[in-house]
């Protein structure tokens, strides 16, 4: 994938988790934004960050997202149960000239 | 409210064509792109490319050349992929979703609930 993720990142009940994503110059170097998706088990991708750091309504605030430079995070606050699932990074690549995912990163709850 | 419904799992053999149907309510269709997504077994998101809801223009992202087919019935608020000879390769969910900014260029809300096609001899 164009933008990098870890494949996996985990955490208790209550703890803060961040994901990271991280571009390049043709994608989180230009003034395109990132965007965070969750997909629960099953499910189809949900929209939880826009515009890097904007909240959908009826998304907890739990969930937050910030950007600098060529990478990006998603961070998660008080952990519930519920959090389990995979969460992929989005922007836009001006080389290929097209949208570009993260290759996404397992949340497990413990 | 904005909805995008997709039609069911598809069971193809190779070298079949198989269409995936996406009817968007709740806001006016010609007003917001459409993007497609691949997602295949246990495999990221994969964007697909997009389609001019108001010119009817599909612009394919790279490697969803010449097998696949965008295309829209604005009378019915629907939006179409078209995947010709069919490859086991081909075998993955596909996602439509609501494009905000047009090109892919901005973020996707909201996205169908998917399609599974299966492609199998």
């Avoid at chain 1, 803060?16 to 390049?24: K, L, P, Q």
């Avoid at chain 2, 010119?55 to 010709?84: C, H, M, W």
Wanted: glycine share 12%; net charge neutral; hydrophobic share 30%.
């Amino acid at each position: 994938s164009v933008l990098t993720q870890p494949p996996s990142v985990s955490g208790a009940p209550g703890q803060r988790v961040t994901i990271s994503c991280t571009g390049s110059s043709s994608n989180f170097g230009t003034n395109y934004d990132v965007h965070w998706y969750q997909q629960l088990p099953g499910t189809a991708p949900k929209l939880l960050i826009y515009g890097n750091n904007n909240r959908p309504s009826g998304v907890p605030d739990r969930f937050s997202g910030s950007r600098s430079g060529t990478s990006a995070s998603l961070a998660i606050t008080g952990l519930q149960a519920e959090d389990e699932a995979d969460y992929f990074c989005q922007s836009y690549d001006t080389s290929l000239r097209g949208s570009i995912f993260g290759g996404g990163t397992k949340l497990t709850v413990l | 409210q904005v909805q995008l419904v997709q039609s069911g799992s598809e069971l193809k053999k190779p070298g079949a064509s198989v269409k995936v149907s996406c009817r968007a309510s709740g806001y006016t269709f010609n007003t917001y792109a459409m993007s497609w997504v691949r997602q295949a077994p246990g495999q990221g998101l994969e964007w697909m490319g997009w389609i001019n809801t108001d010119t009817g223009k599909p612009t394919y992202a790279q490697g969803f050349t010449g097998r696949f087919v965008f295309s829209l019935d604005t009378y019915v608020s629907t939006a179409y992929l078209q995947i010709t000879s069919l490859k086991a390769e081909d075998s993955a969910i596909y996602y439509c979703a609501r494009d905000l900014l047009g090109f892919g260029g901005g973020w996707f809300d909201p996205w169908g609930q998917g399609t599974l096609v299966t492609v199998s001899s």
